[in-house]
């Protein structure tokens, strides 16, 4: 997907999250997140896309606290702040070019990092904020399969590159809706990831959409096909989950 792709992706999966958490009281459980309610999460998710408008603007490492995040003390107003937040945010990546350097936490230090980083992280948590109604919408393919690969690119910045390294234990995930295969490698330098066909130790084999659940441990590996050992998903499944 292209920098210009991901900007309407932040305002609709944004949109789509504040439409489910007007249906529901702020207190609501977020299943897939245990320890929140519908009220932080929204909180959270608005709260990201203000303080990555700030790092696209000064192109700095910022603290959430240092920006005024004008967040309201009604929560019946968090929904109507977080479409407030994703255009913000759109606005200034809209305005900003897209290769300009920018502090991010991996080595992609640029302003695309944040179009891209945005959107997935918007439409996952407005997956997590459709769960609590009990049937949230499955990713668009194209986005999933965007999604495996950015999450795979950030692993080993998210996790710490030395719980990446390995004795040569493998992964293969296969989608069966659209182009999207890759051999995951743990290794003795860190993660490998290849765009292949190729045998793993364990195999997934699913929509995209039902792909890029299972890799972030928002649904069970039995919600797709599971070839090979089993046993080898003990490895994966508690790295790639966040």
């Known amino acids: 997907m292209e920098y210009a792709e991901y900007l309407p992706v932040i305002i609709e999966q944004a949109r789509a999250l504040a439409d489910a958490a007007r249906e529901m009281e702020p207190d609501a459980k977020i299943p897939s997140c245990p320890e929140w309610d519908v009220a932080k999460l929204v909180r959270h998710t608005g709260t990201a896309h203000r303080w990555s408008r700030g790092v696209v603007q000064t192109r700095e490492p910022l603290s959430p606290k240092s920006i005024d995040l004008a967040i309201p003390e009604d929560a019946q107003e968090l929904p109507d702040w977080l479409e407030e937040s994703a255009a913000g945010l759109v606005d200034t990546l809209a ?131 599971v070839f090979g050992d089993p046993a080898g998903l003990d490895v994966w499944q508690p790295l790639l989950g966040f």
Not at 152 to 162: D, K, Q, R, S, T
Not at 182 to 189: E, H, N, P, T
């Open 95 to 225: 305005a900003t070019d897209p290769d300009g350097a920018c502090w991010t936490w991996t080595n992609a230090r640029d302003v695309r990092f944040w179009s891209r980083r945005m959107a997935h992280e918007t439409a996952v948590h407005r997956w997590d904020g459709q769960g609590a109604q009990g049937s949230p919408e499955p990713f668009a393919g194209a986005l999933a399969v965007d999604g495996i690969d950015e999450h795979l690119e950030n692993l080993p910045f998210i996790v710490g590159a030395e719980r990446t390294v390995g004795a040569g234990e493998t992964m293969h995930l296969h989608c069966t809706d659209r182009d999207g295969e890759w051999l995951l490698r743990l290794g003795a330098a860190g993660l490998e990831v290849g765009r292949e066909h190729a045998k793993g130790d364990v195999a997934l084999k699913g929509s995209a959409s039902e792909l890029f659940l299972v890799i972030l441990g928002r649904a069970p590996a039995t919600t797709v096909e």
